[in-house]
């Protein structure tokens, strides 16, 4: 039998409050990993969490899905698995004499691509169209996807033997790239002495419903972001563009997922317009995995390279007052 669950911390009215709160029932570390996983759904996006072994990623993911009342499916990614694993495919139905499609995982709210980059580059690929489009494509028919539809990908970044690096336009199609980082000495004494954390995400309550979670991501978009604000946006894309260490800035899309993940992080704290700060919070978070660095003109460890960048963006760049 699972442990008890531990009572939610105190929330305040707004139901994203509710969300964060569910999820740090479960899930003991810092709570800025916990508000970017809710701003990921809140603002429509995916999220990959990036960090090494044992921090948590599975357990975070499994509680962000656990905590709104949707479909979820966890898929563990392994180099034998195939497209068609994940999306369906076509059967022979001998009494119709016709083919049935049978629908696969990905026809779930919430997907868990555990080590996704454990899997080929053509299995990765399999994803493009559904982390796009909100649909998938098997044998010439269209099918579309269930609203809200989140990806949930989590990899280990050091471990090379028997991985897939993500391409740069899969990566393109996560809002959101987390690393959760090693907890605090008191936080780590509290993993310890605890129960199983992850044991207890299983079966953790839902705090939102689906239709909350569709009804937050509509308010998302009428987060009031002035026009010195928009500048701010385009002042820190243009530095990633200028920048002699990045081959390849941010694009436009990028500016305009910047945007959006500010809206989502101001909403988690129920406001209904953008600070400096929200641009800020979520700035290495959405831009950096979006860079393409000079490795001649910039020598880190590759997990930390594009992070130092924009830090060193977000230091250089004037705040509107």
């Known amino acids: 039998m699972p442990s008890p669950i531990p009572s939610p911390a105190p929330a305040g009215n707004h139901p994203a409050d509710s969300l964060i709160a569910n999820i740090r029932r479960v899930f003991i570390g810092e709570e800025s990993a916990v508000r970017l996983a809710a701003t990921t759904l809140l603002a429509r996006g995916h999220l990959l969490i990036e960090d090494v072994p044992g921090i948590g990623k599975t357990l975070l993911g ?3 899905a656990r905590s709104i009342d949707a479909s979820f499916k966890r898929i563990q990614f392994t180099n034998d698995l195939l ?3 994940i999306l369906g495919l076509s059967i022979f139905n001998p009494e119709t004499r016709g083919f049935e499609f049978r629908r696969g995982p990905i026809f779930n709210q919430i997907i868990l691509a555990d080590e996704i980059n454990r899997t080929t580059p053509k299995t990765q690929s399999a994803l493009l169209e559904a982390m796009s489009d909100l649909r998938v494509t098997v044998d010439g028919q269209t099918y579309p996807l269930p609203v809200p539809f989140m990806i949930i990908a989590t990899q280990n ?10 391409p740069e336009a899969q990566l393109d199609r996560f809002l ?9 000495r008191s936080d780590e004494a509290r993993i310890i002495r605890g129960a199983d954390y992850y044991e207890q995400a ?3 309550p839902p705090a939102l419903t689906a239709a909350d979670v569709v009804a ?6 009428a987060v009031r972001l002035d026009d010195a604000l928009l500048g701010y946006i385009l002042d820190l894309v243009q530095e990633t563009r200028a920048s002699r260490a990045i081959k390849l800035g941010v694009s436009p899309r990028g500016a305009l997922l910047l945007r959006r993940a500010s809206q989502a992080y101001a909403l988690t704290f129920g406001r209904d317009y953008v600070t400096p700060d929200d641009i800020q919070a979520v700035a290495v978070p959405v831009l950096a ?10 020598g880190l460890v590759r997990i930390h390279e594009s992070d130092a960048l924009i830090d060193e963006i977000l230091h250089r760049v004037a705040v509107p007052l």
């Open 289 to 298: 995995h979006r860079l393409i660095i000079d490795s001649q003109s910039y």
């Open 83 to 85: 497209p068609s694993d």
């Open 176 to 184: 959101i790239r987390l690393k959760i980082g090693y907890p605090s």
């Open 157 to 166: 970044p050091i471990e090379y033997h028997g991985t897939f690096p993500l």
């Open 202 to 204: 299983q079966v953790l």
């Open 216 to 221: 937050l991501q509509r308010a998302v978009d």
């Open 62 to 64: 499994v509680a962000l």
